[in-house]
């Protein structure tokens, strides 16, 4: 598996230089032909999908309970996860009983041979039971079985059920009869339509909103950007106390004319030890060299974020997303903080669940930056939203 992961981490590297320009070889004109001809296919797949639903060809679900959908029109980290974490814990102030349902992406199934089997002869089918991450006290899972950010959820929100199944509507009824939920937050869930009716909350990332404009795989679009007009709620992440958002507003209302704008700021909280759990303060790395090390899909905002503590970066290494990381890495990583007099590893809270456990960290500290969203604008919307959501 390590072999083919890191031959997919090769070629997705290229193709994502070519897609942003950086890739400029002789191959790289016609992989970019290539790309935009299968993003064209791809926008056709996607708009035929939609209309089949809204022509009831395709039938969609009600489960008899509140329903919220929180995703993103397009690939990357845009903060979904805090996202979640906020409209869940005002939903449990206002008394309801919340499960967060995800689709697990890379988690894994302790018996991935016989399902690789099942797949290799056309007998696999859906999985009978509904991954249940944490029954909202206790956690089942850990972060690979259940994927990186279910388990993140389930651990940091407290009295909130986490499931995990590609099948939301088979795992939406089973925590409805087995918690007695009334309230169900899809995570990462624009593009799952199957349930009905529901409230969208979308989220766009203000340093990077759509790319390049082009579908996947030709850009980070998941559909057309006319699709927004399906959302109830926007939210703008990644926003900065001042930051002239007017120019990004303008062309959102040019699709979707009713949805209330919040703003959204990600914020460093503490630095947390990856052995021990002992907190840091903030102001610890300020003018100490330190290595950084992210599997995420942004990892230039993880390191300005860093930078803007006063960290100073002598070691950057980034995988790919959701990269699992492995002992033989990590010792790699390590040596080469020693022969640099590094001070401390950071890697960020998605990472640090994959990080894996080491009996030496050769007198090197790893922490990981734990990061909240705070609402900097569209408070009073946010709450009026929670309300009606709510009393419906």
Do not use: W
């Amino acid at each position: 598996m390590g072999l083919i992961q890191n031959i997919g981490d090769v070629v997705q590297d290229y193709v994502l230089g070519v897609i942003r320009g950086k890739n400029k070889g002789k191959l790289a004109p016609a992989v970019r032909i290539v790309l935009r001809g299968l993003s064209g296919i791809f926008a056709i797949a996607v708009q035929f999908r939609l209309y089949l639903y809204r022509s009831q060809i395709l039938r969609t679900k009600s489960l008899g309970c509140m329903i919220i959908s929180i995703g993103n029109i397009t690939v990357g980290g845009t903060g979904k996860t805090p996202a979640v974490e906020i409209f869940a814990r005002a939903l449990l102030r206002e008394g309801r009983k919340v499960a967060v349902i995800s689709r697990g992406y890379r988690s894994s199934s302790r018996f991935r041979l016989k399902r690789f089997i099942k797949k290799l002869f056309l007998f696999y089918g859906k999985d009978k039971q509904v991954k249940v991450v944490s029954d909202g006290s206790k956690i089942y899972l850990n972060s690979s079985l259940a994927g990186d950010e279910p388990y993140m959820l389930a651990k940091n929100i407290e009295g909130v059920v986490v499931a995990v199944d590609k099948d939301r509507v088979k795992a939406g009824e089973y925590v409805i009869q087995k918690y007695g939920i009334d309230t169900i937050i899809l995570d990462d869930g624009f593009q799952y339509l199957s349930l009905n009716p529901r409230f969208d909350v979308l989220l766009i990332d203000t340093t990077n909103p759509f790319g390049n404009m082009n579908l996947l795989p030709a850009g980070i679009l998941r559909e057309p950007i006319e699709n927004i007009r399906r959302a109830n709620l926007i939210m703008l992440t990644k926003s900065q106390p001042g930051k002239d958002l007017s120019e990004l507003k303008s062309l959102i209302r040019q699709y979707n004319y009713n949805a209330d704008f919040i703003e959204c700021q990600h914020v460093p909280i503490e630095f947390v030890n990856l052995i021990d759990g002992s907190p840091k303060e903030l102001q610890f790395i300020k003018g100490k060299k330190t290595a950084m090390v992210s599997g995420i899909a942004d990892p230039e905002g993880f390191e300005k974020m860093l930078q803007d503590l006063g960290a100073n970066i002598v070691i950057s290494e980034r995988f790919q997303d959701h990269h699992r990381f492995s002992v033989r890495e990590i010792r790699e990583i390590l040596k080469e903080c020693t022969r640099k007099n590094v001070t401390a590893l950071i890697t960020t809270q998605k990472d640090a669940v994959r990080f894996p456990a080491l009996s030496s960290t050769r007198g090197i500290p790893i922490y990981y930056l734990k990061v909240d969203m705070n609402i900097i604008n569209g408070i009073q919307d946010f709450h009026n939203c929670i309300s009606q959501l709510c009393f419906r």
